[in-house]
């Protein structure tokens, strides 16, 4: 069983940068296409980005120009930066898993349990 | 990107009785190289994640009980709890996954009467 965990600062000056780190525990951080997804208080769920341990990124292209998701296959984590943040990206965040075979499966059997992240003054 | 539109946003229904949500995509979500529907329903309960429940439209995922089912292909989807329970209170999204960037519906708030 894939254990996820996200972890990082609550509160987020606005125009400042968002950073968050999960750690995968329980599985190989190789196995999966790491993936972050939010959700801001109340609405729906928003795809942010995949990694794989090898290979490029791929960012929703709503956020591309601000996110940045990388991976640490040394320490088992993955990680997001967000940049020029308001409080429209006030949200729960989280982390999960998302399956491939010879090409990645977009669904996601593993989450963390999500933080909340407040952009505010 | 492709639109997911679910109906109703919200039911409330007595114990027992059958909840039918469903999930409209804006264009087809079914690659024809290997003829799968690229659609997945979850559960997500009030301060908990998601819950996966279906993927590939119909494959239960495990541990889900069978009172659950999902069905339709290309554009349509359904979520179907045979007999809703007192523990199946919760809000279900759909997602499609056949292009990124990946989408879900706005979701369907599913109560006790």
């Known amino acids: 069983q894939v254990l996820l965990q996200e972890a990082g600062p609550g509160l987020v000056q606005p125009s400042g940068t968002l950073s968050l780190t999960c750690t995968v525990s329980g599985g190989s951080i190789r196995s999966n296409y790491w993936t972050w997804l939010r959700q801001p208080p109340g609405k729906g769920l928003e795809w942010i980005g995949y990694v794989f341990h090898s290979g490029t990124p791929t960012y929703n292209p709503s956020l591309n120009s601000r996110v940045t998701i990388s991976v640490d296959t040394s320490k088992k984590q993955f990680s997001l930066k967000m940049t020029s943040v308001t409080a429209a990206d006030t949200a729960v965040y989280y982390c999960a898993g998302a399956r491939a075979g010879d090409y990645v499966w977009g669904y996601f059997d593993n989450w963390g349990q999500g933080t909340l992240v407040t952009v505010s003054s | 990107d492709i639109v997911m539109t679910q109906s109703p946003d919200s039911l409330a229904l007595s114990l027992g009785e059958r909840a039918t949500i469903n999930c409209k995509s804006s264009q087809s979500v079914l690659y024809t190289s290997n003829y799968k529907d690229h659609l997945a329903w979850y559960q997500q309960k009030p301060g908990q994640p998601p819950k996966l429940l279906f993927y590939?439209?119909?494959t239960r995922e495990s541990g889900v009980p069978d009172r659950f089912s999902g069905s339709g292909s290309g554009t349509d989807f359904t979520l179907t709890i045979s007999s809703l329970q007192a523990e199946d209170v919760a809000v279900y999204y759909c997602?499609?996954?056949?292009?990124?960037?990946?989408?879900f519906g706005q979701g369907t708030k599913v109560e006790i009467k």
């Open positions: 997602q499609q996954y056949y292009t990124t960037p990946w989408t």
């Open positions: 590939w439209a119909s």
